[in-house]
Structure formats: C-alpha cells, structure tokens
C-alpha cells in the first residue's frame, strides 16, 4: 500500500497480531506507551495461556502495571489492532489508560463504538481519549485472512 | 441474624472479602465451583497483585481456567460477593461461567443490573443463569464498614 508507513507503536502491535496467528491465536496485538518509550507488548493469547481473560490489551496492561509497578498507568497510551470488547474496554478505564488508539472496528465483539459503547456508559468512571481506524486495513486483513484458513 | 446459613459458596467468597479488607483492598471475594468443588477462591487484589485487572472475579477466573487446563469453564459457577463490573462481566461471558450468584448490588460500578447491563446486551455472546442477593447483607456490610473506615 503506497502512502505514509503507520505509527512505530500500531507497527509493533500488528507484528504482535502477526506472532498470535503463528500460534493459532486470533491475530490482536497490543502495546503501552509512556511517551515514546514501549512499556509493553502483547499479543491475545487466550488458548495458548489457558485463560480466558488473555486478550492482547490485559496481558498489555497487566505486563505495564507489572513494570511500573503500579496499578494505575497514568499517563500510558494504549495502541491495539482491534476494537476492545467490554472486558478489554473497562479494564482500560479501571488502568486509568490516557488514550486509546485502535485499528480495526469490531461490528460483533467491539465495545467502544459497538455494543455497549462502554465508554459512553454514564457509570464509566474513566474516558481515554479515543482515536480509531490507524492500522485498520492491516489488522482487517489479517484478521480475515486467519479466519479465512480455519473455515 | 437469625434464620438460615448462607450457601458454602457465598460463605468462602465472604471469607475471601474479609482477607482483602484485612489487605487494605476493597472487600469482594469470589468463588469458582464446579459441582461441589471448589475449583479456584480469590480476594479483589489490585493494590497488592499491582494489577488493575485483579478484581476477585477475574483472579478466580485465571486460577480455575490454569487448574482445569482450558480457558472455557463450562459447567462452572461463580459466586461473588458484589455484583460484578463491565471487565468481569464480560469476562464472566468469555468464560462461558454457567451460573452466576452475586451478594450485594453495586449501583456505582455494578454492570449486571446497574450501567451497562451487559448480559442483555445484543452482542453478548454467553449468558449465565443469574441469582443474586445471597449474602447481599454481609456483603454490603463488609464494604460499608470498610470504606466508613477510611473516611
């Protein structure tokens, strides 16, 4: 695709993706920032870590909290391949994540501009600053081309 | 209080919200059953765990997914002290938890009957069966004591 290269951190997460789909994971990547610098990087890995809470942005945030050592990232940027899902999108609100910046929109699972649209919850104690679509046809593309290879 | 003894379940999950006071963490304890086994029993850690995710829903449901080897708990129960948020909801939907038994509502933070409301959602994409109030006294109880405490 000619045009501009992604940003460095949307790069390093959809190779996350790209490392999830290698090991039969859906392809979601995710990574932390704290201003320019990678605090951490994840890709979803709910079967191959048995747990069912191991999508790219909590194993992003629990590995964060874990380096800060804190378990409030103030001031961290989230950057994820996918729309969140509810559990995703309100543990970004409980990490008190500054901003969000995903790829790809997720019509069936999506929970920030589908769904419950959590962030629009009035009981939703923290509201990132949203930014969607960067990286989205890269991380579309693989998301269907590994459904695509299992159907 | 006079009359019947809670359910075994809701017992160990108050226990395990009274060890979290004792930790300085707000007190919500919870319980994985299957059958009547218990599988996994968590205190709400995030202060301690230095992990925003480490509701005591979401410990249990890590815990019970590592001992029974998949990250579906089908067939299994969870009992909570406290009505679950929007993140252990909607993990509760990707555990695919059967039965769900809560204590106390929460109005602020609760995502079951309170916010969200997540498993009436149409793109919630698993169900458990709902009970709750069991407990709901002590629950509630344990958590007022506790924040008029820091007050």
Known sequence: MPGF???PPMRAALDAARLAADRGEVPVGAVIMRGNAIVATAANAPRE???PTAHAEIVAIRAAARALGSDRLEGCD???T????AMCAAAISHARIARLYYGASDEKGGAVEHGPRWFTQPTCHHRPELYSGIGAMAA???LRRFFAARR
């Open 5 to 7: 290269p992604l940003p």
């Open 49 to 51: 870590r048995r747990d």
């Open 78 to 80: 989230l950057w994820v």
């Open 82 to 85: 996918l729309e969140p899902c």
């Open 140 to 142: 579309g593309e693989l």
